[in-house]
């Protein structure tokens, strides 16, 4: 259960990148570009929400296994890759999670385009940052 768990949370997460990237690169060029929102930039903003919102329950069920829970036994704050695992990296991702949903949820209420385009903008490159921040990238690539 965990190898199958931990294959779909690793190889998730480029799909995850990926959309998260285009989704606030597309909010950034439309606020700053003064575009009209339409039906791409809507369809954009929801995939990248439901996107990091399935990587979140993979994650979660990740982290509940009996593999990884068994990184506490004798675990100590100074180990900083260990520390990684068992609280950076979730802990961030639950408050990308949450940034990402503010957004979503804020843009929904906007009426004039180029409000929606600022709170997707604002909230979905915080959110992008933070994900960034704390991969697990030296044993993910
Ligand atoms: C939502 C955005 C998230 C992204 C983009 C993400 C991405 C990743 C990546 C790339 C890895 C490395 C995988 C590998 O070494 O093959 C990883 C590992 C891990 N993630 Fe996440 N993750 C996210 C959320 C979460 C959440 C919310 C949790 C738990 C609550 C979590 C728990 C874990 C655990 C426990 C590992 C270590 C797996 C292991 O080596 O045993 N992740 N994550």
Do not use: C
């Amino acid at each position: 259960m965990y190898s199958i768990l931990k294959s779909a949370h690793s190889g998730w997460a480029y799909l995850l990148l990926l959309i998260l990237a285009i989704a606030t690169i597309n909010a950034i060029i439309g606020y700053f570009g003064k575009k009209e929102f339409g039906n791409k930039d809507f369809s954009l903003a929801l995939v990248g929400l439901i996107v990091t919102h399935i990587q979140l329950l993979i994650g979660l069920a990740l982290y509940f296994t009996p593999e990884n829970l068994g990184r506490w036994e004798g675990f100590e704050m100074s180990n900083s890759p260990i520390r990684l695992l068992l609280i950076e990296h979730p802990l961030m991702m639950i408050i990308a999670v949450a940034l990402l949903t503010i957004g979503y949820s804020k843009h929904k209420k906007k009426i004039v385009s180029n409000g929606k385009f600022k709170m997707l903008a604002i909230f979905y490159t915080l959110a992008f940052l933070v994900v960034l921040s704390r991969l697990p990238w030296s044993q993910w690539l």
